[in-house]
């Protein structure tokens, strides 16, 4: 079985300040790990994933994550926030070699002047 | 390239009536989903197909929920009798296959409101 927890329903941020999501996951086998994000009435978009290879991921619009297994973490950053931040994120798990999706309750991100 | 279509955006509907969700994948994908996402939470699948047969329905109630995808292309999802705790956003996605690395693209959703 698989399941990810991320620890936070709801992150506030500045505008031009650090963003950080967290994530835990739990699963039997070596994992992906993704996260997609969801702006408002528009489809789930992939920011990045992790399959095994670097442990340092960098996806779209300057977001990154770091998997760490003894932490069984995979927390999403990015240095500084812009306003289009604004949107829910969802921290991801499947399967090693597979691809059926467990998403986790999904932290939403309000960014502020 | 065209993303996912579905149709319709929004649906209101009464309890114990009848609904049908359209789902036309990105060309060339073989592996089409559809997910059931409940305010507040994440989305959950319901149903996995690999051209028109289905990998995965083990998540889908199947005493009021049935899906096709006859020709192994577009998709129909379909409600009947409709309950008020089916009230959420149906989401399909496409992917080119089942490996890994085959990354699932979703459309923006179908938000039905069952009163």
């Known amino acids: 079985a698989q399941s990810v927890t991320q620890l936070d329903s709801h992150v506030s941020v500045s505008e031009g300040t650090p963003v950080l999501l967290r994530c835990n996951y739990s699963?039997?086998?070596?994992?992906?790990l993704f996260w997609y994000v969801q702006h408002p009435n528009k489809g789930l978009q992939l920011l990045l994933k992790y399959t095994s290879a670097a442990t340092l991921v960098k996806g779209i619009n300057g977001f990154e994550a770091e998997f760490k297994k003894s932490e069984t973490s995979f927390h999403l950053t990015k240095p500084s926030a812009h306003m289009s931040d604004a949107a829910e994120y969802f921290c991801v798990v499947s399967p090693g070699g597979g691809n059926k999706l467990t998403f986790g309750t999904g932290t939403q991100l309000k960014v502020e002047l | 390239e065209a993303g996912v279509a579905q149709s319709p955006r929004y649906k209101i509907i009464e309890k114990r009536q009848s609904v049908a969700f359209w789902c036309n994948p990105i060309?060339?994908?073989?592996?089409l989903y559809w997910y059931q996402q409940i305010l507040g939470q994440g989305p959950k699948l319901l149903i996995q197909?690999?051209?028109?047969?289905?990998?995965?329905d083990s998540q889908l109630p199947k005493d009021r929920f049935s899906a096709e995808r006859l020709k192994g292309v577009d998709s129909t999802l379909k409600i009947q009798p409709a309950k008020l705790e089916d009230s959420a956003v149906y989401l399909c996605?496409?992917?080119?296959?089942?490996?890994?690395?085959?990354?699932?693209?979703f459309g923006p959703g179908t938000r039905l409101t069952v009163l």
């Open positions: 060309s060339g994908h073989a592996t």
């Open positions: 197909f690999q051209n028109n047969g289905v990998v995965d």
């Open positions: 996605a496409s992917s080119l296959g089942l490996a890994e690395t085959d990354t699932q693209y």
């Open positions: 699963s039997s086998y070596s994992p992906s």
